[in-house]
């Protein structure tokens, strides 16, 4: 496992690259152009310079995320190609910096929904909430001014200027239905794998957060089924998956390590992160304790482990605790100390792996 930590920019995150080199284990950044607007080509002179920046504290920024796909994509529209072309273009350019993997979404309009950024935890800390009832009673704009309202930072896919956008976007995706946005991202696909096969850069689409149907939209990388059939939609080892617990783990028929054995050769990304489930439909997100959860972050650990798995991971979204301000849900504190419990579970594993473990329910009971 190759672990990296997701860094917005100068200027742009309050934890610094200084910071992120002293985290055991962190060896890269994961990173992106974030004021370049979903369609426009990322500059080279652009791409170089960040290079230059975390390469000068001994990190690679082998990952990026994301590529934000433009809508016109998604919806099909005549336009499309223009901006898939761009795309490729972006493709290229990030190949010249050796970059090995692309992180992507095919969320139409946001590419995550939460209705407080500082919701409260019993231990005061406070992190990412959904409520699903507002969800469902919500005007997604004024979800959109509540959300960009309420930080100091950047938000893709929440950028207030994007109000009068969203408003055309909802009607122009009134006719779209999950079988055409999956034969939208087919076309997609076609076109970009085939320069990612000749640049050495895999894709990995991440899941829809959360992974169901918001404000009437379609959304279609929602569970272990869907992953399958987006893997054949273009059977090339490029065609991968961010495999994220959060946003997949929400849905209580998601097996996550059902998915982490059927789709090891094709997991390119990992974001391992734990949530608390209510049974109204709420959740809020944890630190990364399986026991502070509802998901079992420890068996994912192990599932990861006993594929041997090598690709790049992070912690993903944390608490805000130690009365640190940050960028919601990107704190330093919380994603440090989640970097070290995944450490210690897959040291743990380490330690116990090729041993007969059927008579032991808990492998940390194995001794050296």
């Known amino acids: 496992m190759r672990m990296v930590f997701r860094w917005f920019g100068e200027g742009n995150d309050s934890v610094t690259l200084s910071q992120i080199q002293q985290i055991p284990g962190v060896e890269g950044v994961v990173w992106a152009l974030h004021d370049i607007p979903p369609g426009e080509i990322w500059p080279k002179a652009r791409i170089q310079e960040v290079k230059q920046q975390v390469e000068s504290y001994g990190l690679h920024l082998d990952v990026v995320e994301s590529v934000n796909i433009h809508e016109s994509i998604k919806l099909g529209r005549a336009d499309r190609d223009q901006y898939i072309t761009n795309y490729i273009e972006t493709i290229k350019n990030l190949a010249s910096v050796d970059v090995k993997v692309i992180c992507y979404n095919f969320m139409p309009v946001f590419d995550w929904v939460r209705t407080d950024l500082f919701g409260s935890l019993p231990d005061r800390s406070t992190a990412l909430f959904y409520e699903k009832a507002k969800v469902t009673d919500m005007d997604p704009l004024e979800l959109v001014e509540k959300i960009s309202a309420n930080h100091d930072y950047t938000m893709p896919g929440w950028e207030p200027e994007r109000l009068e956008e969203l408003k055309d976007l909802f009607a122009a995706y009134l006719d779209v239905t999950e079988d055409d946005l999956i034969e939208h991202l087919r076309y997609f696909l076609q076109k970009v794998i085939p320069v990612c096969e000749e640049y050495d850069i895999k894709l990995a689409i991440h899941p829809d957060d959360p992974p169901w149907e918001i404000f009437g939209l379609p959304r279609i990388v929602t569970t272990q089924q869907r992953l399958r059939d987006i893997l054949n939609l273009v059977p090339s080892k490029y065609n991968g998956i961010t495999l ?80 640190e301000q940050s960028r919601p849900g990107y704190g330093l504190y919380d994603r440090a ?25 808990n492998p940390f009971e194995l001794k050296k």
């Open 244 to 323: 994220c617990s959060g946003a997949l783990g929400v849905r209580r028929d998601n097996d996550i390590v059902s998915m982490i054995h059927e789709f090891q050769d094709r997991i390119h990304f990992a974001h391992i992160r734990n949530v608390k489930l209510f049974e109204n439909g709420d959740f809020i997100e944890t630190s990364h304790r399986t026991n502070q959860g509802s998901i079992g972050i420890d068996e994912i650990v192990r599932a990861y482990r006993s594929i041997d798995f090598n690709g790049y991971a992070r912690p993903d979204h944390g608490r805000h605790i130690w009365d």
């Open 337 to 361: 100390l989640g970097i070290m419990y995944i450490w210690g579970l897959w040291d743990a594993y380490q330690l116990v792996k090729g041993k007969d473990e059927s008579n032991v329910s």
